[in-house]
Antibody, heavy 117, light 109 residues
């Protein structure tokens, strides 16, 4: 069974940085995607970024381009989201999700990021 | 860029059948549907437009109407357990990423 565990959230001031981690286990397919999706309090789901298992493909939503960077450490089965120049509007619960070549997404429990002075 | 439109809310009585629409989806991409109960992570109820993951009741089904560029999630035999927010999602090749609909709150009367 696929398990995704996010960590690294917290309270940070505007302009600050945080690095989120997504530890994956139980993934048996050789190729798979890991995504970050965020949900502001009381709002809907917003896709943020994705990376492929070989690390060769990554993409971002326009709102975070140039500020966020996704990466992976296959030896640790972990994907990271480095978030710089954080803004108040980045405040959200950040989920990681995974899927193989099919589009059956599995979700983690989320980690909360609060950007506030 | 791709924008997916959902009705803000849909309601029905126990045992009834409801459908949630997701319009302006791209016919070249699959649609996924997620259920999110309050305070919990989303779960996939339909993927690749009409595929149901194991463990999801067969009361949930997905369909596409190509003539109207709309996708539908249909829930039959409605139960109080189905009360949740439901989101559609599809791939947008313009951003090489995914787009979610605005979400539909399902209420069982």
């Amino acid at each position: 069974e696929v398990q995704l565990v996010e960590s690294g959230g917290g309270l940070v001031q505007p302009g600050g940085s945080l690095r989120l981690s997504c530890a994956a286990s139980g993934i048996t397919s050789s190729g798979y995607w890991i995504h970050w999706v965020r949900q502001a309090p009381g709002k809907g789901l917003v896709w943020v970024s994705r990376i492929y298992s070989d690390g060769g493909s990554e993409s971002y939503v326009d709102a975070v381009k140039g500020r966020f960077a996704i990466s992976r450490d296959n030896a640790k089965n972990t994907v990271y989201l480095q978030m710089n120049s954080l803004r108040v509007e980045d405040t959200a619960l950040y989920y990681c999700a995974s899927h193989p070549t099919t589009l059956l997404w599995r979700w983690g429990q989320g980690t909360l990021v609060t950007v506030s002075s | 860029n791709l924008m997916l439109t959902q009705p803000p809310s849909v309601s029905g009585s126990p045992g009834e059948t409801i459908s949630i629409s997701c319009t302006r989806y791209s016919a070249s991409s699959y649609v996924q549907w997620y259920q999110q109960r309050p305070g919990t992570s989303p779960i996939t109820v339909i993927y690749e437009s009409n595929q149901r993951p194991s463990g999801v009741p067969d009361r949930f089904s997905g369909s596409i109407d190509f003539s109207s560029n709309s996708a539908y999630l249909t829930i039959s035999g409605l139960t109080t357990d189905d009360e949740a927010d439901y989101y559609c999602q599809s791939f947008d090749s313009n951003i090489e990423g995914f787009v979610f609909g605005s979400g539909t709150k399902v209420t069982v009367l």
